[in-house]
């Protein structure tokens, strides 16, 4: 009787012997050309309404906090030399502080393409002023590099191109 007690016991005992456990960890690919990073992108649409926002209520330091400037900033227009952060700066407060009316602004064919930490955001501009009396018309190309910060996304390069004129 007590060599069968010590038998079972022993059973017991090694049945519940806990098993090491072996944890795989399998290591996630990140595809920067193909992954679509949804959240990402839904995060640089609200960016770009809210810019859209701060144009139409004439909110000049908001559009310019949109901006990452440093000495990475670069942007380009209507075929003239690269300029940076400060040139960058001083023609949107110029530009966006004296907009009297925003007659029209729309991105046409957007399109956001997201690598990560890093947005491109392209479209053709639809966008008419008025600067008192006058009308001004933008109809560019307009490239928008993102790069997502503690801060949320900021631009870090501008390029706008005339967009060509077809007949309708």
């Known amino acids: 009787m007590i060599f069968a007690f010590i038998m079972i016991f022993g059973i017991v005992i090694t049945g519940c012997k806990q098993k090491e456990q072996k944890i795989e960890v399998e290591?996630?690919?990140?595809?920067?050309?193909?992954?679509?990073?949804?959240?990402?992108?839904?995060?640089?649409?609200?960016?770009?309404?809210?810019?859209?926002?701060?144009?139409?209520?004439?909110?000049?330091?908001?559009?310019?906090?949109?901006?990452?400037?440093?000495?990475?900033?670069?942007?380009?227009?209507?075929?003239?030399?690269?300029?940076?952060?400060?040139?960058?700066?001083?023609?949107?407060?110029?530009i966006f502080g004296n907009i009297t009316e925003v007659v029209k602004f729309n991105y046409n064919d957007l399109k956001i393409a997201v690598?990560?930490?890093?947005?491109?955001?392209?479209?053709?501009?639809?966008?008419?002023?008025?600067?008192?009396?006058?009308?001004?018309?933008?109809?560019?190309?307009?490239?928008?590099?993102m790069v997502k910060t503690e801060n949320g996304w900021k631009c870090v390069h501008e390029h706008h191109s005339p967009l060509n004129k077809t007949e309708e």
């Open 27 to 94: 290591e996630v690919k990140i595809d920067l050309v193909n992954d679509e990073f949804s959240e990402a992108k839904i995060e640089v649409m609200a960016l770009m309404n809210e810019l859209k926002q701060s144009i139409n209520d004439g909110d000049v330091n908001k559009i310019i906090s949109f901006h990452a400037y440093g000495p990475k900033f670069t942007e380009f227009k209507g075929g003239e030399k690269r300029v940076g952060s400060k040139e960058n700066e001083e023609f949107e407060r110029g």
């Open 115 to 145: 690598y990560d930490n890093v947005a491109n955001v392209t479209f053709h501009s639809d966008f008419h002023f008025k600067f008192g009396e006058d009308d001004v018309v933008v109809n560019d190309q307009i490239t928008l590099l």
